[in-house]
């Protein structure tokens, strides 16, 4: 009887320590984050004045050359 509470027991514990719920939660609120700092590092880069200044040359020389 004991024997088989024992491996009952053992059991329950490995099913425990198994289990992954709540890890997805974890794993959302992580790729939020990254995904917001990763908008905030190219919002940074693209409003730069030399990445305006390079992105307005090109549609300028685009537009002098199909007139």
């Given at each position: 009887m004991v024997h088989?509470?024992?491996r009952e027991f053992q059991t329950r514990l490995i099913l425990a320590a198994a289990g992954d719920d709540g890890?997805?939660?974890a794993e959302y609120a992580i790729g939020t984050i990254?995904?917001?700092a990763f908008g905030a590092i190219l919002y940074t880069v693209v409003t730069g004045?030399?990445?305006v200044n390079s992105l307005t040359g090109?549609?300028?020389?685009?537009?002098k050359t199909a007139v």
């Open positions: 088989r509470m024992v890890m997805s939660t990254a995904a917001a004045d030399s990445i090109i549609i300028d020389r685009a537009l």
